[in-house]
């Protein structure tokens, strides 16, 4: 969509109207959206690097710089407030020795731009539009108070909290580890690829849960998987309190997880064990309904002994009709009760659905997009709807709700 957009000058105005009316239909840009009234932080050091450049311009100099051209000298700053589209903002002002009375342009101009300027930090944060575009629509929007080096710096300054989020310390106070990918396409060369996204959820001991870590990989393979799981190792989960690791049951990601974590039980997503026995029935048409309503069954016994009965039953009946769906269901099947040690947490441990609501999220929101533009972009994307939208950068506190499937 955005290569049909026409970014000239003359026509500015009336295309940011169409983007921003068709974002907001297509649910990227929306009046009550968490992600957008979380962005305070990144507004806020877009004006504070403003003011900041324009101080430099006036006294000719930047910080701790000898330059031979000074005009002024530094003395500290003063708090002023302004008011945004998305609530009341402190920004240091800096002051000079010499130079009494400095009018910042860029306040007053972002005053009468605030909301459209607003709004264009979250359409770049969420869509990774070039530097060359955002530069065009910033010097629209703000004026020259705001400069090239200022636009083209917003996203290498999500970029930095991206990279703290993935190299901050963790706490080794981890009980169960969440770990799923989901399938996005990524502009690599001159072509489209579909790689995954892995991501890895911690829960804590006072079930707090966490988003750890996000990882465009090659594949799903042992090897993509192991060094995903190391890096989370690395940085501080030393599983010296784990006692599960969910996944679906992709033997790369078993190996991988018994190679980092060994003594950790798995759990293998029942859901995925579902979902691909579903694949496997044979006649759709008159055994689907009544077959996938008895293999659900399974796993809402209360008691793991029940849940073998259930499935002894379920055998006994699908066998000579379904042999190739009950053999998918037996291949693995004890590994998917592992849940039923735990009772306290089963909802929590049982499937990966912490992840596939998050997956959902993203699904959605890249649906108008198509495919991310390079792997910056699709980093962004994956931080800014984590922190800012589901909030799972540090996640409330609470027990995840069982799902109903369709089959």
Known sequence: ???????????????????????????????????????????????????????????????????????AHRK???????????????????????????KYSVMDRYKQRREKFDNMVLLSMMLGISQRKQRRFFREFVGSGVSHTTASNILKKIDVQVNEFRTQSLEDEYKYLILDGVWVSVKQGKKTKKNPIIFVIGIKLNGEQELLTFKLAKSESEEEITKILNDVYRRGVKGKKLRIISSDGAKGI?????????????????????????????????????????????????????????????????????????????????????????????DLISTTNLLERYFEEIRRRIKTQGYFKNLLSLNRWMFGIAKYNINWITITKGV????????
């Open 400 to 407: 995840a709700k069982k799902s109903v499937h369709n089959y």
């Open 254 to 346: 078993r190996a991988a997880i018994e190679m980092v974590y060994p003594y950790a039980q798995w759990q293998s997503c029942y859901v995925h064990k579902l979902r691909n026995v579903h694949k496997n029935i044979q006649n759709k048409t008159i055994h689907r309904k009544k077959l996938m309503k008895q293999a659900s069954n399974i796993y809402q016994a209360d008691t793991r002994k029940e849940a073998v009965s259930r499935y002894a039953k379920f055998a006994k009946t699908w066998q000579e009709l379904e042999p190739r769906a009950v053999k998918t269901l037996t291949n693995g099947f004890n590994d998917t009760l592992t849940y039923y040690y735990f009772n306290e947490d089963r």
């Open 76 to 102: 500290g700053h003063y708090d002023r407030k302004l008011i945004t589209s998305k609530g009341q903002y402190v920004i240091n002002v800096p002051r000079s020795k010499e130079i009494t009375g400095i």
């Open 1 to 71: 969509m955005l290569n049909q957009i026409d970014f000239s000058k003359d026509t500015l105005s009336k295309q940011w109207k169409y983007v921003n009316r068709n974002y907001k239909e297509q649910g990227i840009i929306d009046p009550m959206d968490d992600f957008e009234g979380k962005a305070e932080k990144a507004i806020k050091n877009i004006i504070q690097g403003s003011i900041e450049e324009e101080f430099q311009a006036i006294i000719k100099a930047k910080y701790y710089e000898h330059a031979p051209l000074r005009e």
